[in-house]
């Protein structure tokens, strides 16, 4: 049975609550006022999120025809953080790591075994993410009232673009038919390397606190890689996609 898109949401809601544990004293108490008493000059962001690989090269074409496999079922949850560095009031500078990984059970669609049973695999997509981007805020984020006082926005929207590395695994174990021989043989083919990438993203944070707020992004990547060579003769994979992300996150 294929592992449900509902099934990989279920561990969001967990993570969430994760999020809120731990907090410093310091931080906490500082949350309690209304104001802090400087800008901050960084922040720290802990997000998790669902990414839609767009999975548009051949090497999808094929596992999706061959086997029980939707382009869909590539989708995963994902998790991740960021740092950020205000550049100024409006700009900021944003160091990001996420991580994402579907395994799905799957058979091939026309063939059986000897005993009319499923010849059945696994098929495994994962990636990290290693980025940097720039953030352009529509507004400032807040205000500063006093010598001793700063005072957040209530919310501000953003949109950036940013550039990075990433290091992908797209892996197939089980049982597989020699389309020559008509055999049927156990075997794992594996296909992992880094790349470059390109991403455009928007969103917007919500404050809670002076010290805490909520974020909000979603982000288009475009990216690929050459495959190993257990999938020699087709095209570069696709790593190109869109994640949606909600997290809480610490100025100071």
Known sequence: MKTSNLGKLSGLVLVAAALSVGVPQELAAQADRDFLFRKPHFSLAFNVGYGMPTAGSDIYDFVTKEHTLERSDFNSMVVGGSFGVRITDQVELSLDVAHGSANTPSEFRDWVDQDDLPIEQNTKLSWTPLT????????????????????????????GAGAGWMYYQFKQSGDFVDFETYDIFGDTFRSEGDTGLFHLLAGAEWTLSPAFYLTGEGRYTWAEANLGRDFT????????????????????
Not at 233 to 252: C, E, H, N, Y
């Open 132 to 159: 940097v981007s720039l953030k352009g805020f529509l507004w400032e984020r807040g205000r500063r009232v006093s010598r001793f006082a700063w005072v957040p926005g209530q919310w501000a929207p953003f949109i």
């Open 233 to 252: 003769g087709f095209d570069p994979i696709d790593l190109s996609g869109f994640q949606a992300t909600v997290g809480l996150a610490v100025r100071f």
